[in-house]
């Protein structure tokens, strides 16, 4: 029961983020629970506990993504360079809960991959073995994403725009 409290609020979170659905997100978190305390014996503390179950989680989430069908390859997309590539902005005018709710916006292939690398904190390779990818791929994904996520802050947040227009 210590360990469920300590670390419920998180896992619920990392759930909701990739499913965008609360009681997917309660329901994923705890069949990971279930998961993890079943097979404690094959945790080998390489890795700290949290991070463990925060694997359990992320996967069964994504599981989860593509029984719902909500799941697909990313398709090539072409994103227009002109604002977002030659000016400055000023991102200290934007609110947390805008970035946030704008990464929630995006298809989900974009922010899958940037809610494991800009908030859980994964890197390229621990995002292509989670997402069965290539590197190379990830890489690819994760600029598309962060360009298209910086197009979607300008429109929501023209006050960002500083400087270079």
Excluded: C
């Excluded at 079943?38 to 992320?58: D, P």
């Amino acid at each position: 029961m210590q360990l469920y409290k300590a670390y419920y609020k998180a896992m619920y979170n990392t759930a909701f983020r990739i499913l965008k659905d609360e009681f997917e997100a309660e329901d994923i978190m705890q069949e990971a629970f279930l998961t993890a305390f079943t097979k404690l014996n094959s945790y080998r503390g390489e890795v700290a506990f949290g991070a463990w179950l925060k694997r359990i989680v992320i996967n069964k989430s994504l599981t989860q993504l593509k029984k719902n069908n909500r799941y697909e390859e990313v398709k090539l997309e072409v994103v227009p360079t002109n604002e977002t590539e030659s000016s400055e902005l000023d991102y200290t005018k934007l609110e947390p809960q805008s970035v946030m709710n704008s990464i929630q916006g995006l298809k989900d292939n974009y922010r899958m991959v940037l809610t494991l690398n800009l908030i859980e904190g994964y890197d390229y390779e621990e995002i292509a073995q989670i997402m069965n990818y290539t590197n190379e791929n990830v890489r690819t994904t994760i600029s598309r994403a962060k360009h298209k996520l910086k197009q979607v802050l300008l429109v929501n947040n023209p006050q960002i725009r500083a400087y270079g227009r």
